[in-house]
């Protein structure tokens, strides 16, 4: 890997004081932040300007995190770091390719990268998945952490029986908070609408279903092994399923895959355990495959077919066995993958729901798009932990910067020149000193109800904020300079 620290510039004006280069972050999650970090510790002058279509930064760790997870959350300290760096602009409540369009951020800048992430899921694809009752675990996670794309979503949890399908953390997530008290859940962030919905609940069935073995399942075993230590619910595991095939009992002993053999033995001593005792249960199933959603006007049944393993160590796939099962369930959360979303004005792989890309730099077809450049889950697919997005970032800038020759090395006026534009569209943009006032806000409405913070859940409430401050600058936005 380059060090960032000793790129040269050579001849070429662009990065130096009289002409900084000037680069736009689309996203403000991890990927984004990293990159800012690693741009402003390169050797030439960088000024960063950071574009989120929210009014608060850092992404799913704000809103994908579980709010009993907050060590999860302290990569925000660094992040709050990067934003308070000479050189850092943060402009919330501005959509690229609605607000302000690709075309006018290049205009503005000398590099734009996309760090937007994977903000859609993937679907079934199998009849009576549109039925009322049938989520995506993307809205569930984002009603509960207060983002407000999913504020006024309406989960009916008066049933009996709730069905996870996909067995991942966000799986795992879904799982523990459908099955905690609101005891255990009161002194978290979870946002408060949230909360009263839970603790009026009625699951008591809460069932995790994957298409293949506990070998390929991908959860890690600490997420998982915290569904055996909750005070209202019990995990129930059928010894039968983990009878294993002899390819996936060749897949845990290899030494690569500690972590699938761990996860495993956690699984062992669920399924030994007693019969359960609490008031609630979470099944954990494998070899199923959901085929056919049933119900008259919402979700009353769910059809599965029974699968079994063929191929070789890793590389095994699940086939229909023929036999299929009705399982009864009211509500059904599908956690299957995340993608992402498409920009007007960039290429986009629907398939693969990213942004094609070598090595970081956007291309059309086989040709790279000067100036445009990708990192994190837009750029790879919902891979990896949150560290990860910092070796990626990494990457794009070291690509971004042995591109400098090639770039236009004119003037540009970063959003200074998008002032007017946004003016004109009545666009509010959040600074990053406004988001510490919403920030300030929230820590304070959590302090007296006893939690981390009680999070906003609409920008009208983030703007009122805003309004409320006694001082001029915060009652309008800031002009850009």
């Known amino acids: 890997m380059a060090d960032l620290g000793t790129q040269d510039l050579g001849t070429q004006d662009l990065g130096t004081q009289d002409n900084p280069l000037r680069v736009a972050i689309v996203g403000s999650?991890?990927?984004?932040?990293?990159?800012?970090?690693?741009?402003?510790?390169?050797?030439?002058?960088?000024?960063?300007?950071?574009?989120?279509?929210?009014?608060?930064?850092?992404?799913l760790v704000r809103s994908g995190v579980a709010p009993d997870h907050p060590r999860l959350k302290e990569p925000i300290h660094v992040y709050q770091r990067i934003a308070e760096s000479p050189g850092f602009r943060f402009l919330g409540n501005v959509t690229i390719g609605r607000d302000i369009s690709v075309a006018e951020l290049q205009n503005c800048y000398h590099a734009v990268i996309f760090t937007c992430g994977?903000?859609?899921?993937?679907?079934?694809?199998?009849?009576?998945?549109?039925?009322?009752?049938?989520?995506?675990?993307?809205?569930?996670?984002?009603?509960?952490?207060?983002?407000?794309?999913?504020?006024?979503?309406?989960?009916?949890?008066?049933?009996?029986?709730?069905?996870?399908?996909?067995?991942?953390?966000?799986?795992?997530?879904?799982?523990?908070?459908?099955?905690?008290?609101?005891?255990?859940?009161?002194?978290?962030?979870?946002a408060a609408h949230a909360l009263e919905v839970l603790a009026e609940s009625r699951i008591r069935d809460i069932v995790m279903i994957g298409r293949r073995s506990p070998a390929q399942a991908k959860f890690t075993h600490p997420e998982l092994r915290e569904l055996g230590s909750l005070a209202g619910c019990d995990p129930v595991v059928n010894p039968r399923d983990l009878d294993l095939d002899a390819a996936s009992r060749a897949e845990l002993a290899d030494k690569s895959n500690r972590a699938a053999l761990k996860s495993y033995e956690v699984l062992q001593q669920f399924a030994a355990r007693s019969a359960p005792t609490r008031p609630r249960r979470c099944h954990i199933e494998f070899l199923k495959t959901p085929i056919e959603l049933r119900g008259e006007g919402r979700l009353e049944y769910l059809v599965l077919m029974h699968n079994r393993l063929v191929g070789e160590p890793s590389h095994q796939v699940a086939q229909p066995t023929g036999e299929t099962e009705e399982l009864s369930c009211s509500i059904l959360f599908r956690s299957i993958g995340y993608r992402g979303v498409a920009i007007p004005g960039v290429p986009f792989d629907p398939v693969r729901g990213v942004i094609p890309n070598r090595d970081g730099r956007v291309i059309d077809g086989a040709a790279v798009t000067p100036g445009l450049y990708v990192s994190g889950w837009i750029k790879r697919g919902p891979t990896g932990i949150i560290g990860t997005n910092r070796e990626d970032s990494v990457l794009t800038v070291n690509a971004l910067l042995a591109d400098l020759p090639q770039l236009d090395a004119g003037v540009r006026p970063g959003a200074a020149g998008l002032q007017a534009r946004l003016d004109e569209r009545g666009v509010r943009v959040v600074s990053y000193a406004d988001w510490q006032r919403i920030d300030a806000a929230e820590i304070a409405r959590g302090a007296a109800?006893?939690?981390?913070?009680?999070?906003?859940?609409?920008l009208d409430e983030m703007l009122d904020v805003l309004a409320a401050a006694t001082t001029p600058r915060a009652k309008a936005a800031e002009p850009i300079t």
């Not at 984004?32 to 000024?47: D, H, N, Q, S, T």
């Not at 984002?142 to 999913?150: A, E, S």
């Open 29 to 59: 999650g991890p990927a984004g932040f990293y990159a800012a970090e690693a741009l402003l510790k390169a050797a030439p002058v960088v000024l960063v300007d950071m574009f989120e279509r929210l009014a608060s930064p850092f992404g």
């Open 449 to 458: 109800a006893g939690k981390p913070r009680e999070k906003f859940t609409r």
């Open 118 to 190: 994977a903000q859609s899921d993937r679907t079934m694809d199998i009849p009576g998945e549109e039925l009322p009752g049938s989520h995506a675990a993307t809205e569930f996670v984002g009603w509960y952490n207060g983002h407000p794309d999913y504020r006024n979503r309406v989960f009916d949890l008066s049933g009996t029986t709730a069905v996870i399908i996909g067995q991942g953390n966000v799986a795992v997530d879904v799982c523990r908070i459908l099955a905690k008290t609101a005891d255990e859940l009161r002194h978290s962030d979870i």
